[in-house]
């Protein structure tokens, strides 16, 4: 069964503001030290089990220029233009439907997420093999799940049975997906050593993910499946643009994870990171022997523990301990480390003072 | 006895880098809100007493033009450009030579920095006009003191005696000058009550202040006289030029203050700042019900107790206290309220790298 892969683009990426912008947002930059963007990145680490023919990538109109221009390899019926986000629902189900338009049929189908970082790419695409083995047989959901290391509250997380299943080493099936819990709860979780977290990597046959959503979100499954008949001639456009802002926002995760049975997680050990906020860029990147990570003409004097991303002009930072520090030519963030969340506030504080060219 | 006032303008700033430069130093900007430059503020408080034609400006070559441009009121004659530093002794002597040859005799001459905030300009020269009665008589060196309210360490300091004296009200023989004391010590000057900041304001006769020099510093005295000879004619520029660098680099503290008798101190009581580094600016200028000074394009989140002067981007700050920034067109700076003295190392560095045009 031919191996395909929908990776999605089509997020905002508000939290690496003042770097990440509306029209250039994270998963088109290049947040560590080399120069392939996020999405690059994400490409490249899929060409030992996916040719580039074979990778779809969904991501918002406004991105096509980006994705075009980053993503040469990919063919340009492959790359879908959502007009608007609708979530992962709608986007999983136009791009499994396009697929089987696309080759007449079923095909193996990776999910993944265009701006995550994976520090171990062989035991990746280890793993990956390893979950389209599971999918191939049966109607079998796959996810793939991530061995929580701290009480993270920002991400779902994945109650699996206790013992691997299937005859196969390392794959368990899943209890039940859960929400974003509370501190409280999500140290409960951590303390069962039953849960993974959901790191909203999933592999599955198309026809697989379609029987789920015609049974579990019927009103996505017949409008994402009128869309995709148009796949391939020149109304598809004009269809996607006028009828996919009438499909329901919803995630996979709420719509048909929380709700189907037959799913089965494998905890993925490959160094993942879901480069969530600014307090990502120390971990991805190396610190020097102060704790500071800094990129750019910067000085530091008695500076500890800190991000500084200078831009064109020299950045002199002194006495400070656990700030980040983003320098762009219209923009300056100065942010403490534990307040990387509240980012989010003064793009909303920009959106209501209507400074679209800051966004 | 005609009333003069000499400026001393040749100081570099360096505590307000990056906002101050080599070329702009502190005394020609403005750190607060409204537009005039700390040296005009200088000027016009000293009209109700002295006349724009007997103010005279000791300032670096380097600042000819900026003297100029700011101050068109005052002679351009009576603007003397050092073409080098050699501290306040060699300035004030030079200046008191150049009065006497310019009035063709003793002169009143209050000598004043370019580059500290007063805001009760009225006590000011009423202050003055009282040192100025008492240096009108005798010999006597006058230098107004400034009422400390914490133990500073980075100011030099006057122990006076207890009574007043001369049969004024506010005035008091001084018993001695003493250099910038260490924690301990300024702890006990202020415990004592018998001790003044020196703020560097002195007030005697030219005749005065020369024959100190002649007693106590006869290398200066002779070195100034000389090159005053020449003040007036065409030779004087070059006269400045080649045998300025040769004086001793000297403080008029040190050199005369702290071995005359006769010094008298009367206590300021009119809002004084020396306005010594970025800690300043939000004591100058009225912070906001979080305690923060900002100008410029700015968003504070959840910030407090920091002082943001913008630049021509917006500035966001997030979760952050206690801090500074400072935002030019070449440089930022980020700086801990309590390491503001530090802002001078990043001066040395840029000195070590030969970065000469961020200085």
Same mark, same amino acid.
């Given at each position: 069964?031919?191996?395909?892969?929908?990776?999605m683009?089509?997020?905002?990426?508000?939290?690496?503001?003042?770097?990440?912008?509306t029209?250039?947002?994270?998963q088109? /930059?290049?947040? @560590?030290?080399d120069?392939?963007?996020m =999405?690059q990145?994400?490409?490249?680490?899929?060409?030992?089990i996916?040719?580039?023919?074979?990778?779809?990538i *969904?991501?918002n109109?406004?991105?096509?220029? #980006?994705?075009a221009e980053?993503l040469?390899? !990919?063919?340009?019926?492959?790359?879908i233009l959502?007009?608007?986000?609708?979530n @992962?629902?709608?986007?999983?189900? #136009?791009?499994?439907?396009?697929?089987e338009?696309?080759?007449?049929?079923?095909?193996?189908?990776l999910? #993944?997420?265009s701006d995550?970082?994976?520090r171990y790419?062989d035991?990746?695409?280890d793993?990956? $093999?390893?979950a389209?083995s599971?999918a191939?047989?049966g109607? %079998?959901l *796959? @996810?793939?799940?991530?061995?929580?290391? +701290?009480?993270?509250?920002?991400y779902g +997380?994945?109650?699996?049975e %206790?013992?691997?299943?299937?005859?196969?080493?390392?794959? +368990?099936?899943v209890? $039940?997906f859960?929400?974003?819990?509370?501190?409280?709860?999500?140290?409960?979780? #951590?303390?069962? %050593?039953?849960?993974? &977290?959901n790191?909203?990597?999933?592999? &599955?046959?198309?026809?697989?993910?379609?029987?789920?959503?015609?049974?579990?979100?019927?009103?996505?499954?017949?409008?994402t499946?009128?869309?995709?008949?148009?796949?391939?001639?020149d109304?598809?456009k004009?269809? /996607?643009?006028r009828? +996919?802002?009438k499909?329901?926002?919803?995630s996979v995760?709420?719509? !048909?994870?929380e709700?189907?049975?037959?799913?089965?997680t494998?905890?993925?050990?490959f160094? &993942?990171?879901?480069?969530g906020?600014?307090?990502?860029v120390e971990?991805?990147n190396s610190?020097?022997?102060?704790?500071?990570?800094?990129?750019?003409?910067? =000085?530091?004097?008695? @500076?500890e523990?800190?991000?500084?991303?200078?831009g064109?002009?020299?950045?002199?930072?002194v006495?400070?301990?656990?700030?980040?520090? *983003?320098?762009?030519d219209?923009?300056?963030? !100065?942010c403490?480390?534990?307040?990387t969340?509240?980012?989010?506030?003064?793009?909303?504080?920009?959106?209501?003072?209507?400074?679209?060219? /800051?966004?």
């Amino acid at each position: 069964m031919k191996t395909t892969a929908v990776i999605m683009a089509g997020g905002k990426g508000e939290r690496f503001w003042p770097r990440s912008r509306t029209k250039t947002p994270k998963q088109f /930059l290049s947040l @560590t030290s080399d120069r392939e963007t996020m =999405i690059q990145k994400t490409v490249k680490r899929l060409l030992p089990i996916v040719s580039p023919e074979d990778i779809f990538i *969904v991501t918002n109109v406004l991105y096509a220029g #980006l994705a075009a221009e980053q993503l040469p390899e !990919i063919p340009a019926e492959n790359i879908i233009l959502e007009p608007c986000g609708r979530n @992962t629902a709608p986007c999983i189900s #136009l791009a499994a439907a396009v697929i089987e338009k696309k080759y007449g049929g079923e095909a193996m189908m990776l999910v #993944l997420p265009s701006d995550h970082l994976i520090r171990y790419e062989d035991m990746y695409t280890d793993t990956l $093999r390893q979950a389209i083995s599971v999918a191939e047989t049966g109607d %079998r959901l *796959v @996810t793939i799940g991530i061995t929580p290391t +701290y009480p993270e509250t920002g991400y779902g +997380y994945i109650q699996f049975e %206790r013992d691997s299943t299937l005859g196969m080493h390392g794959v +368990y099936q899943v209890s $039940r997906f859960v929400e974003k819990p509370d501190l409280e709860t999500a140290k409960s979780y #951590l303390a069962s %050593r039953r849960y993974l &977290w959901n790191s909203g990597m999933f592999v &599955w046959k198309t026809s697989t993910i379609l029987k789920a959503m015609e049974k579990f979100m019927p009103e996505v499954y017949e409008g994402t499946k009128a869309i995709a008949e148009s796949y391939g001639t020149d109304e598809f456009k004009a269809v /996607l643009e006028r009828d +996919y802002e009438k499909l329901p926002s919803e995630s996979v995760d709420f719509g !048909i994870m929380e709700k189907a049975d037959e799913i089965y997680t494998l905890p993925g050990s490959f160094g &993942w990171d879901d480069v969530g906020s600014w307090l990502a860029v120390e971990r991805i990147n190396s610190t020097n022997e102060l704790g500071n990570y800094v990129e750019g003409d910067v =000085i530091t004097i008695g @500076t500890e523990h800190s991000t500084i991303c200078g831009g064109k002009r020299l950045v002199a930072a002194v006495g400070v301990d656990n700030i980040i520090v *983003v320098d762009t030519d219209d923009a300056l963030l !100065i942010c403490s480390k534990d307040k990387t969340q509240d980012v989010k506030k003064v793009i909303e504080n920009l959106k209501i003072c209507n400074r679209a060219s /800051l966004l």
